[in-house]
């Protein structure tokens, strides 16, 4: 239902809908503070389970992808269970469903990978034949792309199962998003943190969004005053690449916009499934009054340059 801010003599508490997991709690946790520090809107944390939650024997990728984060999120949005979602902004297809939006990103986290190891102090170290887990298809093109001779193991469940996998040794190393490890203060658990030059994040890694109805203008009125212009802004052209580029949940895409004093920089990257090749492209750009806009034409222009050079590794 669209609430309207003279409806109710006091604001409502807003039913903030999350996943449950340790991380997803914390996000979720940042966004509640947030809405209370900027918009003076209390909120009440609505706790659901996803299907990727639930499925942990199989892959992503085998599942249909990162959607599988999303959907019972938005189903609960769709069906007035909750005002609003926190997603990773990673896990969000660029395909949403009709009535639903991003209303708010809040300040990116550090977009980096990190490398944890007991075996070695980075990934280039590793005695040959060594296990290095992960659950990105992207990370997986990445490391074979460096270490052909590692054997890549699935891995899937929250940061603390993974970690626990890693200190009983079924693991040697794995990758994990630096900015989740953060957010749950266990940044001393990097053995080392991956350059965003020479390693691609996933795109829109650090960033939390917020996803709300489209017809909820209080809502939205209320998400608008944590939104960060700037991550906006990058997220929208790392966004609009990938949706050019197209692809599936099999596909190995990589990239990074950063945006600050007028000028979008951009590095994007697409790899063939086994890390034995991959096609790259980047830009800077000046963006005027209409950054986002412009943000996002300039994103797509991009993925479409580079879609005909890879489209046999976008295809199922």
Same mark, same amino acid.
């Given at each position: 239902?669209?609430?309207?801010?003279?409806?109710?003599?006091?604001?409502? %508490?807003?039913?903030?809908?999350?996943?449950?997991?340790?991380?997803?709690?914390?996000? #979720?946790?940042? @966004?509640?503070?947030?809405?209370?520090?900027?918009?003076? @809107?209390?909120?009440?944390? %609505?706790?659901?389970?996803?299907?990727g939650?639930?499925?942990? &024997?199989?892959?992503?990728?085998?599942?249909?992808? !990162?959607?599988?984060?999303?959907?019972?999120?938005?189903?609960?949005?769709?069906?007035?269970?909750? $005002?609003?979602? @926190?997603?990773?902004?990673? &896990?969000?297809?660029?395909?949403?469903?009709?009535?639903?939006?991003i209303?708010?990103?809040?300040?990116?986290?550090?977009?980096?990978?990190?490398?944890?190891?007991?075996?070695?102090?980075?990934?280039?170290?590793?005695? /040959?034949? =060594?296990r290095?887990?992960?659950?990105?298809v992207?990370?997986?093109?990445?490391?074979?792309?460096?270490?052909?001779? +590692?054997?890549?193991?699935?891995?899937?469940?929250? %940061?603390?199962?993974?970690?626990? !996998?890693?200190?009983s040794?079924?693991?040697?190393?794995?990758?994990?998003?630096?900015?989740?490890l953060?957010?749950? /203060?266990?940044?001393?658990?990097?053995?080392?943190?991956?350059?965003?030059?020479?390693?691609?994040?996933?795109?829109?890694?650090?960033?939390?969004?917020? /996803?709300?109805?489209?017809?909820?203008?209080?809502?939205?009125? *209320?998400? *608008?005053? @944590?939104?960060?212009?700037?991550? /906006?802004i990058?997220?929208?052209?790392e966004?609009a690449?990938?949706? #050019? +580029?197209?692809? =599936?949940c099999? =596909?190995?895409?990589?990239?990074?916009?950063?945006?600050?004093?007028?000028?979008?920089?951009?590095?994007?990257?697409?790899?063939?499934p086994?890390?034995?090749?991959?096609? $790259?492209?980047?830009?800077?750009?000046?963006?005027?009054?209409?950054?986002?806009?412009? =943000?996002?034409?300039?994103?797509h222009?991009?993925?479409?340059?580079?879609?005909?050079? %890879?489209?046999?590794?976008?295809?199922?």
């Amino acid at each position: 239902m669209t609430r309207s801010m003279t409806q109710s003599p006091s604001p409502p %508490v807003l039913r903030l809908g999350t996943r449950g997991s340790r991380l997803a709690l914390a996000q #979720a946790e940042i @966004v509640r503070a947030a809405l209370a520090a900027e918009a003076g @809107v209390a909120c009440e944390l %609505v706790v659901l389970k996803t299907s990727g939650d639930r499925i942990l &024997d199989r892959s992503l990728a085998d599942l249909g992808g !990162k959607g599988l984060f999303t959907k019972e999120l938005e189903e609960a949005l769709l069906g007035d269970k909750i $005002d609003l979602a @926190v997603h990773s902004m990673k &896990d969000v297809p660029v395909g949403l469903p009709s009535d639903l939006g991003i209303g708010a990103v809040l300040p990116r986290e550090d977009v980096r990978d990190a490398f944890l190891s007991r075996a070695a102090p980075s990934m280039a170290e590793l005695p /040959e034949g =060594s296990r290095i887990g992960t659950s990105s298809v992207r990370r997986a093109a990445q490391i074979a792309r460096l270490r052909s001779d +590692l054997e890549i193991m699935p891995l899937r469940g929250n %940061v603390d199962t993974r970690l626990t !996998k890693l200190d009983s040794g079924a693991f040697d190393a794995m990758i994990l998003a630096y900015a989740g490890l953060k957010r749950l /203060e266990l940044q001393h658990r990097a053995t080392c943190v991956l350059s965003a030059d020479e390693w691609l994040p996933a795109l829109s890694q650090g960033a939390i969004g917020i /996803e709300i109805r489209q017809t909820d203008d209080y809502v939205a009125r *209320a998400v *608008a005053k @944590v939104n960060d212009r700037a991550t /906006e802004i990058a997220i929208g052209c790392e966004r609009a690449f990938q949706t #050019a +580029l197209g692809g =599936s949940c099999h =596909s190995s895409i990589a990239g990074l916009a950063t945006f600050a004093q007028g000028k979008l920089a951009f590095h994007g990257e697409v790899l063939a499934p086994d890390g034995s090749d991959f096609v $790259d492209i980047s830009f800077e750009a000046d963006l005027t009054t209409h950054a986002l806009a412009e =943000s996002v034409a300039a994103g797509h222009a991009a993925g479409e340059a580079l879609k005909p050079r %890879v489209r046999a590794w976008l295809e199922p």
